[in-house]
């Protein structure tokens, strides 16, 4: 749960947090490549993004665009939430 909005000055104000992003980032984006796997049918929008963005992170260390990681967080990270909560569900 995040505790405070989050902006480009909040991610990038502790190395550790900023780490943090990114690996959760990386595991996101590798769980995602492992369930498309089994069932390349997997209903979870965005997939390919999902993975890209993994592979980035993990390849092009120096050259990650935090304004993209924010956006990610903002925008995107709430859609995957729900969606997996969703699958999650039917079970």
């Known amino acids: 749960m995040l505790r405070r909005e989050i902006t480009l000055d909040t991610l990038l104000e502790e190395v550790v947090r900023t780490r943090a992003v990114e690996r ?3 595991i996101i984006g ?3 490549k492992q369930l498309l796997k ?3 049918a997997f209903p979870i929008s965005s997939s390919m993004q999902i ?6 992170i993990t390849h092009e260390y120096g050259t990650i665009f935090y304004e993209n990681v924010v956006e990610i967080l903002v925008n995107h990270l709430p859609i995957l939430k729900q969606e997996v909560k969703e699958l999650l569900s039917q079970e």
């Open 24 to 26: 959760v980032l990386e």
């Open 30 to 32: 590798e769980a995602t």
């Open 38 to 40: 089994i069932d390349p």
């Open 51 to 56: 993975i890209a963005t993994r592979n980035f």
